[in-house]
């Protein structure tokens, strides 16, 4: 099941030019035709490609076909070096199209992420993606992000308690709530795995 669901969404045009994943189609379509390609929303979240790398990493893990890694790593690579997700001091940010008619509820925006429901919690799946890549694919490209980010979120974000705020390479006034938590728990075991495998 799951090398056909790849076998769709490789196919789909939900897999940019640029190597991140589209938010989503409304196509409805048992297979993909290329009448789906006009209903796709381009606009992408971290998550989107989180989700994949990790997908296509247990792909390979479990059949040790090589294009389901070389698949996870193209977009990896796409997704650590990807202006959608850095802030200018290279550590990760959530990103996405702004001024698109929905789309305003992202760092790159400028957008409050207290009006943006679960959008801050969608770099949680895609560090965990990056980490798994890394611990059969140990990339620098991975580490370095990983790290970098942690050390933004320790240094901007972390409060007496061990409280985590939603950005992490620069100071806010948001309070960290359980939402801010998720995503920095992944960032956490994130970086535990990629010492581990190191």
């Given at each position: 099941?799951?090398?056909r669901v790849w076998?769709?969404?490789?196919?789909s045009?939900?897999?940019?030019?640029?190597?991140?994943?589209a938010d989503s189609?409304?196509?409805n379509?048992?297979?993909?035709?290329?009448?789906?390609?006009?209903?796709?929303?381009?606009?992408?979240?971290s998550?989107?490609?989180?989700v994949v790398?990790?997908?296509?990493?247990e792909l390979?893990r479990?059949t040790k076909?090589?294009?389901?890694l070389?698949?996870a790593?193209t977009?990896a690579?796409?997704?650590?070096t990807s202006?959608?997700?850095l802030?200018?001091?290279?550590?990760?940010?959530e990103?996405?199209n702004?001024?698109?008619?929905?789309?305003?509820?992202c760092?790159?925006?400028?957008?409050?992420?207290?009006?943006c429901g679960?959008?801050?919690e969608?770099?949680g799946p895609?560090?965990?993606?990056?980490?798994?890549?890394y611990q059969?694919?140990?990339?620098?490209?991975?580490k370095e992000l990983?790290?970098?980010s942690?050390?933004?979120?320790?240094?901007y974000?972390?409060t007496?308690?061990?409280?985590?705020?939603?950005?992490?390479?620069?100071?806010?006034?948001?309070?960290?709530t359980?939402?801010?938590?998720?995503?920095?728990?992944?960032?956490?075991a994130?970086?535990?795995?990629v010492?581990?495998?190191?």
């Open positions: 099941m799951a090398t076998g769709w969404l490789s196919g045009g939900l897999v940019r030019s640029d190597g991140l994943v189609t409304q196509c379509k048992p297979t993909y035709e290329p009448s789906c390609y006009a209903n796709i929303s381009w606009a992408t979240y998550y989107n490609t989180g790398i990790s997908a296509l990493t390979y479990n076909n090589g294009t389901y070389a698949a790593s977009m690579q796409a997704a650590v202006s959608a997700f802030d200018p001091s290279g550590a990760i940010r990103g996405c702004c001024g698109q008619s929905g789309q305003q509820c760092e790159s925006c400028g957008a409050p992420f207290p009006a679960d959008g801050v969608f770099r895609y560090v965990r993606g990056l980490s798994d890549l059969v694919e140990p990339l620098p490209q991975i990983i790290q970098r942690l050390r933004g979120a320790l240094a974000e972390c007496s308690s061990w409280q985590l705020g939603p950005h992490w390479y620069d100071f806010d006034e948001w309070t960290p359980t939402s801010s938590q998720i995503p920095a728990l992944e960032l956490f994130a970086n535990c795995a010492l581990i495998a190191t």
